[in-house]
């Protein structure tokens, strides 16, 4: 069965600062990827996707993502990251349907 | 933009209730799903619907929940008796391709 993992449940950094959120993914084969966004009482907006190529992908608001088939990953970046970013993220993947992780809480300090 | 649209946006309840909350998916979209989240937790599956037709629900949705999409451009979903447990964010996303979906806001349910 596929899952997602994401081993991070909170994260906290500075304004500024660089980021990384972690994704692992469980799946017999390589599963379209995904990340999401939710800001407090608000749904979930999309990222970025990864569906082939390219590893890196580019999202919304400069983040990105880069797919790796040997660690089963799909990790999200961004270079500075802004007050505005603390939200919770989602990686997800399809398979036969939408698998989510259980979310990593991001905190930005002023 | 277009957008998933969500109403109510928040819904109170007591025990043993019945609730409905619909959703507006984005148009041209032809799958419609529905998720249970607790907590800005991960999200739980619900129900599947394609071209308005259920094609998969856990069985949490066959046994206590209601669920239908009488038009393209609407869906519903109902608990037939609300319980304390049932407390949540319901979320609803459409897509035109199955595996890239679009959230509206949700419906947050509080049973008291």
């Known amino acids: 069965a596929q899952s997602v993992t994401q081993p991070d449940a909170r994260v906290t950094v500075s304004e500024g600062a660089s980021l990384q959120l972690r994704c692992k993914y469980s799946s017999s084969v390589t599963p379209y990827l995904f990340w999401y966004v939710q800001y407090p009482r608000q749904g979930l907006q999309l990222l970025l996707k990864y569906y082939s190529g390219d590893p890196v992908v580019q999202g919304v608001n400069g983040f990105e993502a880069e797919f790796s088939k040997s660690n089963s990953s799909f990790h999200l970046r961004k270079a500075s990251v802004h007050w505005s970013d603390s939200a919770v993220y989602f990686c997800?993947?399809?398979?036969?349907?939408?698998?989510f992780g259980g979310g990593t809480r991001l905190t930005v300090r002023p | 933009d277009a957008a998933v649209t969500q109403k109510p946006r928040y819904l109170i309840k007591m025990k043993g209730q019945e609730a409905e909350m619909k959703c507006i998916p984005e148009?041209?979209?032809?799958?419609v799903f529905w998720y249970q989240q607790k907590q800005s937790k991960e999200l739980k599956f619900l129900i599947y619907?394609?071209?308005?037709?259920?094609?998969?629900q856990i069985d949490m949705v066959k046994e206590r929940f209601s669920a239908v999409c009488p038009s393209s451009s609407l869906c519903s979903l109902g608990i037939r008796t609300c319980e304390a447990e049932d407390s949540a964010l319901y979320l609803c996303?459409?897509?035109?391709?199955?595996?890239?979906?679009?959230f509206g806001p949700g419906t947050r349910l509080t049973v008291l």
């Open positions: 996303s459409s897509s035109q391709r199955k595996y890239e979906q679009y």
């Open positions: 619907f394609q071209n308005q037709q259920p094609l998969d």
């Open positions: 997800a993947a399809w398979g036969a349907k939408l698998t």
């Open positions: 148009k041209g979209h032809t799958a």
